[in-house]
């Protein structure tokens, strides 16, 4: 897993004060070393731009694909449009601080930085927080799930509710009163 980590990591010493292009394409196997384990299946494209300038660097990351993930109502699998974009400012200073979200200092003597985790974090915010199956939402899905959290949802109270607004004539009086100011 190592070698899986040594291909994130760029060697920035070398380059050029200039924009350079990385790509990298992620599946399961990158989040199995983070012991991430709710994707079924991972099909992403990882871009970085690298912009060496004299004092720091900019790391303009963007991510675009699909994750095969299961549906909280249904636990039916399906695929998981992702996409998101993030800008990381690379400084240098007296020792590692990693308190900005959005910027990272490093100690002088640096000469490499590994993006892996930059990347899985990106991924994993760029997730919905409720992930629900697209056929649910439009209702063309038909489980076996849905059918029981159908039947068991309290309608009943919703009826009562009604009911009990048409028999009690108290509550029309007083709407009127609001009605008439």
């Known amino acids: 897993m190592k070698k899986l980590l040594k291909a994130y990591t760029i060697p920035f010493v070398g380059l050029q004060d200039a924009k350079h292009h990385f790509e990298y394409q992620i599946d399961k196997q990158f989040f199995e070393y983070f012991e991430y ?23 303009h990351f963007k991510i675009s694909g ?5 549906c909280d109502l249904t636990n039916e699998p399906y695929n998981q449009k992702v996409k998101s974009k993030f800008k990381l400012v690379v400084k240098f200073g007296n020792e590692y601080n990693d308190e900005h979200e959005d910027i990272l200092i490093i100690p002088h003597g640096e000469y490499e930085i590994n993006v892996a985790e930059y990347i899985y974090e990106l991924i994993i915010l760029s997730m919905p927080t409720k992930r629900i199956h697209p056929g649910v939402i439009d209702g063309t899905l038909q489980s076996d799930i849905l059918i029981k959290l159908e039947e068991l949802s309290p309608k009943d109270l919703e009826e009562k509710e009604k009911t009990s607004e048409e028999i009690d004539p108290r509550w029309n009086t007083l709407k009127k009163l609001l009605t008439d100011k």
């Open 37 to 59: 384990n709710e994707f079924n299946d991972v099909n992403i494209k990882a871009d970085l731009v690298l912009e060496k300038k004299t004092t720091l660097l900019e790391l």
């Open 66 to 70: 699909s994750v095969n993930i299961n």
